[in-house]
């Protein structure tokens, strides 16, 4: 069996995605999705110049060697833009493995482990009676565990407030809306949120919340220790995690549990924080970090020191990684949580699939791959649209992380 062709296709039906499909000689073809939010062109280029030429008349059944030349063969290893590229090959030669066994890829990974995957919602509001509001709503519509991002009095744009409600967009300008961060304002409010949110919803609901990278060690402690009474099931991305032993002094000073990784790349930037069991869930997903091939590598380390995964699962990652992932998480045995940020209908008519919210859970369906596919008449009526992420500054005008 031989792989004859791969195309890139990128479409942006509200927002932009990268495709990647794979064709052999026995017709069966396969999707993998390629999508780096802001810096897509990167990947297409990575793909088109360097990928394609090495793919083509290579067995795509040899998943593990394919891989591991792309990876050990490129010399420059790991990065946003490669390991994208890795994962858009790799869940493309899944798919076809899997349409070719007549599988499921959940089946072909092992088997169920779960009649369902719980998801999180992304509950937000402009102000604190905006966000209680968005969190019942959430669980009216069935939701069992909601994350909740609110405006912050004094903080114009506060992370995770888009204009949307259920399609919040964070990329939203040509060029990088600029925001600006007071860490004072942001600790002084999040926990009377969350004083409310329970006063209101009791604690049958699991709550969650991103911290999204602004805090140093010592104030991650201090907003984790604050909110122990509310009981979270997690708090994410309390701070950098360049350097993994920074989480070494948050741990120290908290035990609401811990998740980071959504901006990993492979599992050396998670040894660390794994190993030392200085976090609880881990966020890597399909899409940021090579694939199924190199994220079940990572799940099963996790496994040995009881770290739970919690794949990343905004909107810019395209539903071919949220088909993928659906069935990562029915076989994975520690999973945690997957993130569940809708698609709008756009973008669901350009990617056909057989996944469904039910009761709080995702379930996949049982047709043969991961049981995503793309509508190529569909996705060549939205071309690419330039989009950026914000970035962040402080009050007095110094470069913050977004
Ligand atoms: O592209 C950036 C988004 O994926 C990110 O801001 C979303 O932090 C995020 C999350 O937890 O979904
Ligand atoms: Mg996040």
Known sequence: MKITAARVIVTCPGRNFVTLKIETDQGVYGIGDATLNGRELSVVSYLEDHVIPCLIGKDPRRIEDIWQYLYRG??????????????????????????MAGMPLYDLLGGRSRDGVLVYGHANGADLSETID?????????????????????????????????????ADAALPTETVWDTRKYLNFIPGLF??????????????????????????????????????????DVTPAENQEAFKLVRQHTTTPLAVG?????????????ANQYIDFIRTTIVGTGGVTHLRRIADFAAIYQVRTGSHGATDLSPVTMGAALHFDTWV???????????????????????QFNDGRLHVGDTPGHGVDIDETLAAKYPYRPAYLPVARLEDGAMWNW
Request: with cysteine; hydrophobic share 40%; charged share 25%.
């Open 74 to 99: 490129a010399y420059w290893r790991r990065g946003p833009v490669t390991m994208r590229a890795i994962a858009a090959v790799d869940v493309a030669l899944w798919d076809i493995k899997a349409k």
């Open 134 to 170: 968005e969190v019942g709503r959430y669980i009216d519509m069935g939701y069992k565990a909601v994350r909740a991002q609110s405006g912050i009095p004094g903080i114009a744009l506060a992370y995770g407030v888009g204009r949307g409600k259920l399609y919040y967009e964070p």
């Open 195 to 236: 004083d409310k949110l329970r006063e209101t919803y009791g604690f049958d609901v699991e709550l969650l919340h991103d911290v999204h990278h602004r805090l140093t060690p010592i104030e991650a402690g201090q907003l984790g220790k604050a909110v122990e009474p509310h009981k979270l099931f997690w708090l994410e």
């Open 262 to 274: 959504e901006i990993f790349n492979t599992i050396w930037d998670c040894k660390d924080l794994i």
């Open 333 to 355: 045995p520690n999973f945690g949580i997957q993130e569940y940020m809708r698609h709008s209908e756009e973008t669901d008519a350009v990617f056909p699939h057989d996944y």
